[in-house]
């Protein structure tokens, strides 16, 4: 009896395993589609599925399953997919896309509390919450997008939506693209690659786009994981009585860094400038802050600081020299540049290596869809810069080349001396732009530009600037992206004197730097972002070489042995938003300067002045051997407070370190000045600027004011002995000084950004003083006082105007108005020995006049209809109209025992000309 009820449970176990069995699967799927694996997985089994093949992908299985449950099997093969499925019965299936088959719902979704017995649904057993929306039929200007699939996971948190935006005509991406998200009344931009980010929680979204040029677009979007939707939009060809642009208008009110400026490249077409020569540049200075040392001049003076000081970008690459034939045009073509930002507060922890200010200019990438250009004739250059795509909608490349033949003015001038002159240059650059795939750019840019001129028939000067950059954009995921930079850039100038007599030369002179650079950005929320990141530069300087040019010459062969140092950093910034009026920019940059081998360096007497007798010692540096170290930290921080929807406060403070000098004893900046490395002698300079400003927009931002009030103190400042020598100097340690400065000043803004009328007026009161104090006297000036720089202008006054008299005629304006810079002048003489000394005032105590000019420019925009060949645009203007004959510099002469003043001028009369552009 035992014996058979033994055998009888054991049958009893073996026949329930039996029947557990069946609801197992053992198939394999070799390079199958999702159709073709759900035929399968029916021929073996009863299940039947109800779906529709539209909805599967090109997604191929290959995979074995041995004795798993049909769930596994169906999680894996829909995974990566929008496919969510359904157990209707024992035997069938239904296919869902996107979202999930309820047959339950959780208690208390009526408005019932009770959050102790939530139902669990039954396709995974987990709680959440349905998305429900109306599916109603889409109209004609909207249409109803899923992204991702419901999941039974935790659904209440936050996914990522992000995209591009996209021109259907020109495969271009639209920047500023307004994206405004109607439930949470949300609005945000795309940059200016067309990418847009935002972070929402799961559901349903009205999601509309705007842009000036484009046609709207309303999506009804149903979001259950992060995704990405992209916005393939049309031009909107409706006809508009005037063209606004109204991206970003308030940015000046809403964005946390202080004493920034933005340049639109288009419209600087109106403003008149000298010779009708479009210059970004040169508009720079028509704003409050930014001003030049004289007319003709090269360099800018930010905020009360040396022309050295400003660091220049093109496409992350450095450009030491971006102005030809002295200042009077730019050496960065303005067709080829699509954006201008300048930093002259708060400086961004991304950016080192200078005191005052970042211009950071970025070339605009080529046409990726069809062949177009566009060129300029006039009186003295001409330009042309090309854009084509390589891969149609991926890569492009755009071409620019620019000219002067200035020779026929100096040759039809009177003076006989200058009828052998030469005065001639040219710039070029091309970049490639290539979209690899939806996570990965690359752009890389090359630019040359050259100066040729001889105002004398034995003296040639040449000098250029060289750069190449390439940059590789990533983005790791929705939160993180990031860019890989590596720059060279090079500038160098020759002197060529090529006289009667024995003593011809060759004189050269070069400083080029590489750098290497990694940025990431991270966004933790759209509150929270950061960014962090790591550089490193090489300068190699070649301080100056002579050679003889024949045989024959009495010079003797000089080299000056080459400076190489290594400036490295490490950077962390981020931009918190603590509530919706307060925010705060806080970044922290870490720099490490090493001055390297191989080199000698020369040891001075403690207690007395630099110069031959006090050199104690001379120490010699390996191939880079560490001769000094200097760096700290640098601390940049800005905050804006919100007064109102169109109102602002800003403050900021930021401590920079410079570890390069630009030597001049000139007063204003030379193509032949050079650059000098912090050594063992000489230290970098260091500045700490704080600022303070008022931001206010009026008549619906129509108009915005802003008033800024700034002071900074550096030290280690740059300045020379009396008499000093610059070029070929192996001590030039002896020649220098390094003191105090001191600017501080109050900026104020009016700008019009609608109507007809339109323009800024820009007032800036500034002071820059220097201290060259000394225990020593040959090594004092001005008794060790604070005394004014070269550049220091007390009043600088710019009004931009333009008036739209029709679609097709403008009428501009510029005026300027500053204050003569300073200049030391004679007070007397005296005889001693026979001989007839000069006394000179203390340095910077006179000034020259002050310096004002008005300028006019008419411009014709060619005809508006759709189909033509090319976009043309007429400028006609005269600079300095009034023909103020303003001084450039004011030197002396001594004539027969007397001394004399005379007084130089850049250009003292009006000066017409007339410049064709077109667009193609």
């Not at 925010?583 to 001075?604: K, M, P, V």
Request: aromatic fraction near 12%; hydrophobic fraction near 35%; avoid cysteine.
């Amino acid at each position: 009896m035992r014996k058979i009820l033994i055998i009888s449970f054991l049958f009893n176990i073996s026949l329930m395993v039996s029947q557990d069995d069946k609801s197992k699967i053992s198939i394999t799927f070799d390079d199958f589609n999702i159709q073709e694996a759900i035929n399968s997985i029916e021929k073996i089994t009863d299940y039947h599925f109800y779906y529709n093949q539209n909805w599967f992908t090109d997604k191929i299985i290959s995979k074995s399953y041995q004795n798993v449950d049909l769930e596994i099997i169906l999680d894996d093969i829909f995974k990566d997919t929008v496919i969510n499925y359904y157990l209707l019965n024992e035997n069938e299936v239904v296919l869902i896309q996107n979202n999930i088959i309820y047959d339950n719902l959780p208690k208390g979704f009526f408005g019932k509390k009770n959050e102790t017995n939530t139902e669990k649904l039954k396709n995974k057993g987990t709680e959440v919450k349905p998305i429900f929306y109306r599916n109603n039929k889409p109209s004609k200007k909207s249409e109803i997008i899923r992204i991702g699939k419901e999941s039974k996971g935790n659904p209440e948190k936050n996914v990522v939506l992000s995209g591009y935006a996209i021109n259907i005509r020109t495969g271009e991406p639209i920047a500023n693209l307004a994206i405004k998200i109607k439930e949470n009344d949300i609005t945000i931009q795309s940059d200016q690659n067309g990418y847009y980010q935002v972070e929402l929680p799961i559901g349903k979204y009205t999601i509309e786009t705007r842009s000036l040029g484009i046609e709207d677009s309303r999506k009804i979007v149903v979001l259950y994981n992060s995704g990405e939707l992209n916005f393939n939009l049309n031009e909107s060809l409706e006809l508009l009585d005037e063209v606004i642009l109204e991206a970003e208008i308030d940015k000046n009110v809403t964005e946390t860094i202080t004493g920034t400026e933005q340049i639109d490249v288009e419209e600087s077409k109106n403003i008149p400038l000298v010779l009708g020569e479009r210059d970004v540049l040169k508009v720079a200075t028509t704003l409050p802050g930014i001003t030049t040392a004289g007319e003709g001049s090269a360099g800018f003076n930010v905020r009360g600081g040396k022309s050295d000081q400003n660091l220049i970008l093109l496409d992350d690459g450095v450009v030491y020299n971006p102005q030809h034939f002295f200042g009077i045009f730019s050496a960065l073509n303005p067709f080829a540049l699509g954006e201008v930002n300048i930093y002259k507060g708060t400086i961004p922890a991304e950016y080192g290596g200078r005191l005052s200010s970042v211009f950071d200019l970025k070339t605009k990438e080529g046409n990726v869809s069809k062949f177009g250009g566009e060129a300029s004739i006039g009186p003295v250059t001409g330009n042309l810069v090309l854009e084509t795509p390589i891969v149609k909608e991926k890569s492009s490349l755009l071409v620019g080349g620019r000219g002067a033949y200035a020779n026929w003015i100096l040759r039809s001038l009177d003076d006989e001396s200058l009828n052998n002159s030469e005065a001639s240059f040219y710039d070029v650059i091309g970049n490639y732009s290539h979209k690899i795939n939806e996570n990965n750019n690359i752009k890389t840019t090359a630019y040359l530009s050259r100066d040729d001129f001889s105002i004398t028939s034995d003296s040639l000067y040449i000098y250029s600037n060289r750069l190449l950059s390439l940059k590789w954009d990533h983005r790791f995921d929705d939160k993180n992206n990031g860019s890989l930079l590596l720059a060279n850039s090079q500038y160098k100038f020759n002197i060529e004197f090529d006289g009667d007599s024995s003593n011809d030369f060759d004189l050269g002179y070069s400083i080029e730097e590489t750098e290497v650079k990694l940025k990431m950005n991270y966004l933790y929320s759209q509150k929270y972002k950061f960014s962090y990141g790591i550089n490193s530069k090489l300068y190699t300087v070649r301080p100056g070489s002579i050679e003889p040019l024949e045989s024959g010459s009495i010079i003797k062969p000089l080299r000056i042995p080459k400076e190489r140092g290594l400036e490295s950093a490490a950077f962390i910034s981020g931009k918190l938003d603590l509530t919706e009026k307060f925010s705060i920019n806080a970044g922290l940059r870490y720099s490490i300067y090493n001055a390297l081998g191989e080199r000698t360096q020369r040891i001075f007497e403690n207690g007395r002045p630099r110069n031959e007798t006090t050199v104690i010692d001379t120490l010699s540096f390996g191939k880079n051997e560490v001769i000094k170290k200097y760096g700290g930290p640098e601390v940049r921080v800005s905050a804006r407070y919100l007064l109102g929807d169109d109102f602002s406060i800003k403050g900021s403070y930021n401590n920079t370190f410079q570890y390069i000098h630009r030597l001049s004893n000139n007063t204003t900046v030379s193509p032949v000045d050079i650059w000098k490395l912090s050594d063992l002698n000489i230290e970098p300079q260091r500045a700490n600027q704080y600022s303070l400003g008022l931001y206010k927009n009026l008549k619906n931002n129509s108009y915005e004011i802003s008033l800024e009030g700034f002071y900074k103190r550096s030290k280690n400042i740059l300045d020379f002995k009396t008499g000093a020598q610059i070029l070929l100097n192996e001590s030039i340690e002896t020649e220098v000084l390094q003191g105090e400065g001191k600017a501080y000043g109050i900026e104020f803004l009016l700008r019009k950004n609608k109507g007809k009328f339109n323009g800024w007026l820009g007032y800036t009161y500034s002071r820059s003083l220097i201290k060259l104090d000394s225990d020593f006297p040959e090594e004092r000036v001005n008794n060790g006082d604070f005394f004014p720089s070269n550049f220091d202008k007390p009043h600088d006054i710019s009004l931009v105007t333009n008036y739209k008299l029709t679609n097709r005629f403008s009428l501009s304006t510029n005026f300027v108005y500053q204050t003569g810079r300073p200049v030391t002048f004679p007070v007397g003489r005296f005889n001693f020995n026979g001989s007839d000394f000069v006394v000179f005032s203390d340095r910077n105590k006179f000034r020259i006049p002050d310096f004002y000019r008005l300028d006019i420019g008419f411009n014709i925009e060619g005809n508006h209809k759709i189909k033509k060949f090319a976009h043309s645009f007429w400028t006609i203007s005269i600079y300095n109209v009034l023909g103020r004959n303003n001084p450039f510099s004011v030197f002396f002469v001594t004539d027969n025992g007397e001394i004399k003043a005379l007084k130089s001028s850049i250009f003292s009369v009006p000066i017409p000309s007339i410049t064709y552009n077109f667009r193609f």
